[in-house]
């Protein structure tokens, strides 16, 4: 498997503390069944900011190290970018290190508790620019779950998103993971991805999400988000799904 969200280099951010941890992440993930993992630390999110040359070097560093320990596991660099008004000065100039070499894709961030105003517009003008942009985790965003017409319409205008594997098997707690299937049977979302952070007792998830998937969807979806992983990794182009409006769960069940 292809993980294109992880927070495994060591020290950037609020994932991986050391080395030695960024190693045992490794090892999970490669028992997981992961073979490349994009490194994704948090970048402009308010409190980190990892430029783009300082991803690349210690990803290199991180390869090297793998190689050393004999774990099969390759690693590219990347970044997960908080939205901010910035976005589009950034692309032009090449700041942004998406998933793939052109950055054709890149791993978008909402805030938790929230979809700023300016979303719709921002969208627009980066898919104006030939960039495709994956929002990363919406089924954890309490603004989509309120007002889960806002995906729908992000989607539709051309965005991608990616769930995180621990949400589908119901780490985050039902809500969460009840959202992650509609928006996975709505055809709004094109990739699972871990979004690894070394915290004792959350694990990789990606066999048991896949296996998830598989009973929520058929065998040609679940082939197509592995080929959606393979491609945003690649530049090349995704599969897309029949996309339908989310219908609001009832809260509240009456009896
Ligand atoms: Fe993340």
Redesign the pocket.
């Known amino acids: 498997m292809i993980d294109i969200?992880s927070?495994l280099l060591p020290g950037i951010d609020d994932g991986s503390p050391s080395w030695d941890a960024s190693i045992e992440l490794a090892r999970q993930a490669v028992s997981d069944g992961i073979e490349v993992a994009l490194m994704?630390p948090?970048h402009q999110n308010g409190k980190y900011i990892n430029p783009g040359p300082e991803v690349i070097k210690l990803t290199d560093e991180f390869q090297t190290l793998l190689d050393e320990e004999n774990i099969p596991l390759k690693v590219f660099p990347s970044q997960?970018v908080r939205i901010n008004s910035e976005i589009i000065t950034d692309l032009g100039e090449g700041e942004i290190v998406g998933t793939d070499e052109d950055t054709r894709y890149f791993l978008l961030e909402f805030p938790d508790n929230s979809v700023p105003s300016f979303t719709k517009d921002l969208v627009f003008r980066i898919l104006q620019m030939g960039v495709t942009p994956i929002i990363?985790h919406p089924e954890r965003n309490t603004a989509l779950m309120a007002h889960p017409e806002i995906l729908f319409e992000l989607v539709n205008q051309g965005a991608i998103s990616q769930i995180t594997a621990s949400s589908l098997v119901g780490t985050f707690g039902k809500a969460v993971q009840a959202f992650s299937q509609d928006i996975i049977q709505n055809g709004l979302t094109h990739l699972i991805a871990s979004?690894a952070h070394y915290l004792p007792g959350r694990k990789y998830e990606m066999t048991g999400a896949f296996s998830i998937l598989g009973r929520l969807t058929d065998y040609q979806h679940v082939k197509a988000f592995h080929q959606n992983a393979k491609a945003v990794v690649n530049g090349d182009s995704i599969i897309r799904f029949d996309e339908t409006p989310i219908k609001k769960r009832k809260l509240f069940a009456k009896y």
Do not use: K, L, M
Request: no cysteine; hydrophobic share 15%.
């Open positions: 969200h927070h994704t948090h997960e990363v979004d």
